[in-house]
């Protein structure tokens, strides 16, 4: 019969979480990995692989959970409300990036930059989550459309993709070193460029 496993789980994730976010996949050994979680390379190995293995399902929950507090945003409701879903969750993504004192970035993006080239899953669970939050900015925006808060003759497809540069970019830029106020500057800009109709410009 297995032993039950005598550590928490999730308390080790988040742990091997932090030490991949701090130093990246190349630079983390599963020494650290064991020095952070307190459990020997043997339990680590036994329970989640190796490094890589590990690193996929630390990669994985993060993925979630990005697409978890999209969600929680951009949840579908009334198309009288979708335009101010999409100016929140747009803001949010702002006051998180400006909030990085450490510009530690986003684990999505340093795990891409650094693993999607040559590792299959990194590049498909990122693809995946880039779709899934495009669906959801796709969603309001038709909604906005149909209540006539943004110009019904735009490309739902269209500003759906530039919404998600525009999110995405802000982390980028953000740990690249732009300051707070440009952050937030760069997700009001946005808004205000999406095409409104007529009498609604600046509303």
Known sequence: MARPRA???????????????ATGYAGTRMDDIATATGLGKGSLYGAFGDKGKLFHRVFGDWCTA????????LA????????????AYV????ENTAADTERRGCLLAKGVAELAQH???VAGRSAETMTALLTLLR???GGAQRHGDIGS??????LAALLLAVVRGIEAVGKAGLGPETVRTIADTAL????????????
């Open 66 to 73: 990005v697409v978890e507090v999209a969600e929680e945003r």
């Open 153 to 158: 003759a735009a490309d739902p497809e269209r």
């Open 91 to 94: 803001h949010l993504m702002a």
């Open 139 to 141: 969603t309001e925006i």
């Open 76 to 87: 579908g409701g009334p198309d009288s409300e979708a335009l101010a879903r999409l100016s």
């Open 7 to 21: 550590f928490d789980e999730h308390q080790v994730l988040e742990r091997a979480r932090e030490q991949f976010w």
């Open 192 to 203: 205000a460029a999406l095409p409104r109709p007529r009498g609604k410009e600046g509303a």
């Open 119 to 121: 590792d299959p899953a």
